[in-house]
């Protein structure tokens, strides 16, 4: 335990998987008090009324970790303010897109901060999965409330854990066993006290790589995998047609990352390596809707499946692998409305349009032109697991899928 970090108090805004199942547990090694502050009134009042839970690991040879002594306060009360006006740190783990919804609160704790006397920064590391997750709450900062911006520093993190409420418990999760959370060091440079946080430079471009390569291929598991009806999410990754797909992914992939994020080839053929034995590890039990969730972010123009895939078109590469995934996330965007509506949305749904208006590109956009012949491709095959998806997977003479040829064309 280090000494000069005794009593220091670190607010996690969002009692989610991440922030109650990963963040808290990387926090609880070290001297800081941990208190909550989320939007759920059924999730603080549970965290109140029990002030402990407990982290549980896919490898049961690892015991569980108690967490104990914690508090939680409703976003927008007055004790949320207070919560975070005295903190030491701050961690977000509420979604990328929710970011600047903290714009106010933040704002006020660092007013109330001052008013007290205590004119250190307020600092924030967000734990989300965004390209530039310390940008968006900056930007929402600076536009809303620009003197208090000017006091506030934002640092962002990556997180490679999976968690996952555990059902049947009130607060438990079940949890990969991820020992560290690199942060961006320069946004924050000092000690913080904690040595699960490991700061990290050239961070902006370390968190798109892990976005571009290991959630684009979370994302191929996914779509691809819902498209085919699986539910537990490594029994999509090794679905022969996911897993060939992958593989094929794979190439173009890493060399359109080296070469335009800098990374060296071999590097980053292992960094992709990892990720795929990891997303099959029939171990880590994840959900395929969990990870499906909020597919118009998904399918952004800066985000997992667009960029890369303009990337690997850049380069040279065929990105027929990631405009199916775009396909098979417009079916599951299709499902989720028709689901909404009781079914009466599917003639409105207009893919091109839908995908236009979420990723940027224009309708002729070779991206958005082959996603649509794709989505058309998997409509003509139908879903499930039993239906036969050799057209799509067979590939060329050049290797390309579906015969759509070089990139560029369409
Ligand atoms: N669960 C996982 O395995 C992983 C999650 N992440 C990232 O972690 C972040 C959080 O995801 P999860 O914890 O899985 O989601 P979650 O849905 O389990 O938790 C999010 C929590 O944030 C709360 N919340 C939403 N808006 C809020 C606001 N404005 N103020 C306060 N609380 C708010 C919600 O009520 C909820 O309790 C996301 O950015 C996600 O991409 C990243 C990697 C792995
Ligand atoms: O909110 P998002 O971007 O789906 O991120 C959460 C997911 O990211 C992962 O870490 C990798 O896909 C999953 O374990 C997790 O469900």
Same mark, same amino acid.
């Given at each position: ?20 199942g990963?963040?808290?547990r ?16 059924? /999730? ?8 402990a839970y407990t982290i549980h690991y896919y490898n049961r040879e690892r015991p569980p970790v108690r967490i104990t ?66 940008? /968006? ?29 555990l059902?049947?418990t009130?607060?438990d999760i079940l949890s990969?066993d ?106 880590? /039990? ?81 991206? /958005? ?42």
């Amino acid at each position: 335990m280090n000494g000069l970090t005794k009593g220091r108090s670190a607010v996690i805004i969002g009692a989610g998987q991440t922030g109650r199942g990963f963040v808290a547990r990387m926090v609880a090694s070290s001297d800081y008090r941990i208190s909550f502050v989320d939007t759920s009134a059924e /999730v603080v009042r549970r965290i109140n009324e029990d002030g402990a839970y407990t982290i549980h690991y896919y490898n049961r040879e690892r015991p569980p970790v108690r967490i104990t002594e914690v508090g939680a306060c409703l976003a927008g009360t007055g004790d949320a303010t207070k919560a975070v006006a005295e903190a030491d740190l701050v961690f977000t783990a509420i979604g990328e897109s929710n970011l600047p919804s903290l714009a106010e609160l933040l704002a006020q704790a660092r007013l109330r901060r001052q008013e007290s006397g205590s004119d250190g920064p307020l600092a924030i590391i967000t734990c989300e999965n965004g390209t530039a997750p310390a940008r /968006v709450l900056r930007e929402a900062l600076q536009t809303g409330f620009p003197e208090e911006a000017r006091g506030i520093v934002v640092s962002e993190s990556a997180i490679f854990c999976t968690t996952v409420n555990l059902p049947g418990t009130r607060l438990d999760i079940l949890s990969e066993d991820y020992p560290e959370l690199p942060y961006d060091g320069e946004a924050l440079p000092g000690e913080l006290g904690i040595p699960c946080l490991v700061p990290a430079e050239r961070f902006p471009t370390l968190l798109r790589r892990k976005i571009y390569t290991y959630n684009c291929i979370s994302a191929c598991i996914t779509y691809l995998g819902a498209f085919k009806d699986y539910k537990i999410y490594a029994e999509a990754a090794n679905d022969p047609d996911v897993s060939g797909l992958l593989e094929r992914l794979a190439e173009p992939l890493n060399r359109a990352i080296s070469r335009t994020l800098g990374f060296d080839l071999e590097d980053q053929r292992r960094f992709s390596q990892r990720a795929v034995a990891k997303f099959s590890d029939y171990g880590i /039990v994840d959900y395929v809707d969990k990870n499906a969730r909020d597919v118009a972010r998904k399918l952004g123009p800066d985000d997992r499946l667009i960029a890369p895939a303009r990337m690997i078109m850049d380069t040279g590469g065929d990105p027929s692998v990631l405009t199916l995934t775009i396909a098979a996330a417009l079916h599951y965007a299709r499902r989720e409305r028709e689901s909404a509506a009781g079914g009466a949305a599917a003639a409105a749904f207009d893919p091109s349009a839908v995908l236009t208006g979420w990723s940027g590109l224009p309708a002729d956009h070779p991206l /958005v032109l082959r996603a649509i012949r794709h989505y058309a491709d998997l409509e003509r095959i139908g879903r499930g697991r039993d239906a036969d998806w050799t057209p799509l997977t067979k590939g060329d003479d050049n290797g390309n899928l579906s015969g759509y040829g070089q990139p560029g064309g369409n």
